[in-house]
């Protein structure tokens, strides 16, 4: 995954992109962990917080998304 990285951090050619491993796994937990828990539940509002620094920081490399 890093050596995508020379077409930009983001993209859809570059590393940590839309249809990223990492990405599509963490979207999976972050919609189990609501199934699971419940959106209020504060283990999965930290998560949460967490997962949607990862999916804007991506957004701002790639505006587009």
């Not at 699971?36 to 999965?44: F, M, V």
């Not at 949607?52 to 920081?57: E, I």
Request: with cysteine; net charge negative.
């Amino acid at each position: 995954e890093l050596a995508k990285c020379e077409n930009g951090i983001g993209t859809e050619d570059g590393c940590f992109g839309p249809n990223n491993e990492f990405r599509l796994w963490a979207t999976r937990v972050d919609e189990s962990m609501r199934a699971a828990l419940g959106e209020n539940n504060e283990l999965y509002r930290a998560f949460h917080l967490v997962y949607g620094l990862f999916v804007a920081a991506q957004t701002i490399q790639n505006p587009a998304q």
